[in-house]
């Protein structure tokens, strides 16, 4: 058996968590640079706020509704989801972490346990400790845990937040409530041709003939439709190395001028390196990408980027920005505003296993030197330790007008209370 265990509208909980007058009260969190809505807590969404809403066109609606409007705090948001994952380790030694908010639980050698009264102790101990409520499905596969946790969420009164599809009956039960838009893995193109095809429900999406399915949505589609109909074919995800890293960012204001860009993509490409450095791998292709405003149209519009493959697996802070910036002065033209970059760091190789050249060697030196950087950036933190590229009088903070303290991992934040 599978349990999925999902945060309730996480990121509007965690903001009330040290703010209890805000229970009951609509909440929404913005994205990047408070662009649009990311997160909507339930009051919210009643009052019809959209995902993905434009801030500035839904501030009127914000005002009148009196909707706390929170920037992403996501210092905040990771340490919670860190705390809510340990705990969630303790009840199964067999656990993946599906993204900040999710995590699935693989619950072998648990068969002579009530899994309803496990999971309802799972639902208590989380929201006990961290003040995070939960929603949990659980059921013989992955994607039918899916489907049990969105009954677990949807009727939580009746299910208290525990929901266990544990018979063929409820199995049907559930699949026949659930639409077919609404299933794991299928997305809008998939869910429209279904659709036409008078696929409603994910019920009706286990009547397809295997041979339909896998002809029309190739054998990953078949695998849903074997998982749906209860037989496993989907175990846990171990934690992989990324087969790309990015670092990308809109400017707080636009930028004509070559060295601000500059200065820029070569922070983006340190912060690519690093990511690189901390999962032991290296990269041998690096993509730099430059553009302009597109909502300008006021303003002269252009968009290029460029692939560099170096001569060499690399993770060397120093490398990586050699190339970027090379790449950059390639694409970068005279005359633009602009209003967005970013380096992407691609054919990762781990770093035990690179493939080395004849005649271009990596400077030996780099490793060590690296080493020493990042153990001085982690204990002093705030990235103190730069290249001489970068500038240590810019942070290029995002715009965050609206932002929460971050309770629980600053000391000169935490919250105060009167006595």
């Known amino acids: 058996m599978f349990a999925l265990v999902d945060c309730n509208n996480f990121y509007a909980s965690c903001e009330r968590l040290f703010r209890p007058n805000l229970r009951n009260e609509p909440i929404v969190v913005l994205s990047n640079n408070d662009g649009c809505v990311i997160a909507r807590s339930n009051e919210a969404k009643a009052i019809g ?7 500035f066109k839904f501030q009127k609606m914000f005002d009148e509704n009196n909707i706390h409007v929170f920037s992403s705090n996501y210092a905040l948001y990771g340490d919670v989801s860190s ?6 380790a303790t009840f199964s030694p067999d656990i993946e972490v599906y993204s900040i908010d999710e995590a699935f639980l693989k619950l072998d050698g648990f068969e002579r346990y009530n899994l309803e009264e496990y999971g309802q102790q799972i639902n208590y101990k989380v929201t006990k400790n961290t003040g995070i409520s939960i929603s949990i499905g659980i059921a013989p596969t992955k994607a039918l845990s899916k489907v049990a946790n969105k009954v677990a969420k949807k009727f939580l009164e009746r299910t208290k937040g525990v929901y266990v599809i544990d018979s063929d009956a409820k199995r049907i039960k559930a699949l026949k409530w659930t639409k077919i838009g609404d299933v794991w893995g299928i997305g809008s193109r998939h869910a429209k041709r279904l659709i036409a095809q008078g696929v409603h429900t994910a019920y009706d999406f286990t009547q397809l003939s295997d041979d339909w399915v896998r002809k029309n949505l190739s054998v990953v589609g078949l695998r849903l ?5 209860g037989e496993s074919m989907l175990g846990l995800n171990e934690v992989k190395r990324k087969k790309a890293i990015a670092t990308t960012r809109t400017f707080e204001r636009n930028h004509a001028d070559l060295p601000n860009i500059q200065e820029r993509v070569s922070t983006f490409a340190v912060t690519c390196a690093e ?4 999962q032991n791998s290296c990269t041998n292709l690096i993509m730099v990408f430059v553009h302009t405003n597109g909502h300008r149209q006021d303003l002269p519009q252009y968009s290029q980027h460029i692939m560099i493959k170096t001569d060499y697996p690399t993770n060397s802070s120093i490398d990586i920005v050699r190339y970027a910036v090379k790449g950059l002065k390639a694409i970068y033209k005279k005359g633009y505003q602009y209003k967005k970059a970013g380096v992407i760091v691609m054919g990762i190789t781990p770093e035990n296993e690179k493939q080395m050249n004849m005649f271009t060697m990596e400077n030996p030196r780099h490793n060590a030197l690296m080493k020493v950087i990042d153990k001085l950036n982690f204990s002093i933190g705030q990235k103190k330790l730069k290249l001489a590229c970068q ?10 007008e609206k932002l929460s303290p971050r309770y629980t991992t600053r000391l000169d934040e935490i919250i105060t209370i009167k006595v």
């Open 275 to 278: 990511k690189l450095r901390r």
């Open 49 to 55: 706020v959209p995902m993905g809403a434009p801030a």
């Open 391 to 400: 500038d240590m009088d810019r942070t290029w903070k995002m715009n965050q």
């Open 83 to 88: 705390r809510v994952m340990n705990i969630l």
């Open 225 to 229: 439709k074997k998982e749906l109909e």
